[in-house]
């Protein structure tokens, strides 16, 4: 089943190779979108796969990489797409 989520990812995310380590996860399972910092000091990621993906990067926003420090996560379960083929790290 495919599944399409947005999540804004809230506390100590940038700097911490938060982006990078989902853009590895999402490659490593076949999950197709993009993440990227927020101004606010939020990450924000729209990810497109498989609903068991899609729910394994969720879980790993939940807390992040070493040095990462989540405080508050919000998902959006949105109508899957299938706009993306690949993932990227968006600047």
């Known amino acids: ?3 399409r989520a947005h999540a804004y990812v809230a506390g100590r995310v940038q700097g911490v190779f938060f982006r990078n380590s989902v853009a590895d996860l999402a490659d490593s399972l076949n999950v197709a979108g993009w993440v990227r910092n927020l101004s606010d000091g939020r990450v ?3 990810l497109e796969g498989d609903k068991d993906n899609v ?7 939940k807390r992040g ?14 109508e ?3 706009e ?6 968006l600047h």
């Open 1 to 3: 089943m495919k599944a």
């Open 44 to 46: 924000e990621t729209l």
């Open 55 to 61: 729910g394994k990067i969720i879980e790993f926003c």
């Open 65 to 78: 990489p070493p040095g990462a420090h989540v405080s508050e996560l919000e998902i959006k379960w949105e």
């Open 80 to 82: 899957w797409q299938g």
């Open 84 to 89: 993306f083929t690949d993932f990227k790290i």
